[in-house]
């Protein structure tokens, strides 16, 4: 069975602060490759996709892919408090349309 | 720019009651996608759709059922509600232009009581 697993946390950071958020992969045929952001009450937004191996950086995310090792990260530089949510890593699974969910990570950027 | 629309936002079902969730999207996407996300825990898919009359069954589809007569809109229906099926339904759309990004609707609250 295809999983994605993610540390639940809660994981606690003080502000400016670099928060890292690790999710690893079993399908080694997937090709793409998301992060979203959840806050409580609210639907999932896409804060980062990736489809190459190596950093992709926008403003203060970095997500970095290593398909050899089957894991993808998200950095996020200079956390604020407004960047406490829970973190959802997301796989495409080969070539098929749904995306495999990691339960998520829930992030506290303390003030 | 409406996006994924979801209606209702909130509902309460007694248990034995049936209800439809709607779902439209205006950004002319193929595939659709009905989740539902207990509190605290992860999003689990309940159907999918790749295109207008094609539907196929996610991890949890019983209880439920959809049908995709457009590519607009993909409703999802509660026939029997039961006191497990309490949770918020988050309904969602790509396509591959779109670099297979999903984009949600704001979810729907159900408690069946």
Redesign the interface.
Known sequence: QKEVEQNSGPLSVPEGAIASLNCTYSDRGSQSFFWYRQYSGKSPELIMSIYSNGDKEDGRFTAQLNKASQYVSLLIRDSQPSDSATYLCAVYAGNNRKLIWGLGTSLAVNP | NAGVTQTPKFRILKIGQSMTLQCAQDMNHN?M?WYRQDPG???K?IY?S?GAGITDK?EVPNGYNVSRSTTEDFPLRLELAAPSQTSVY?CASTTRGT?????????SWLTVV
């Open positions: 595939y996608y825990m992860g999003l898919l999918y790749v996610g988050f670099g297979n990004t999903i984009y949600f609707g704001e979810g």
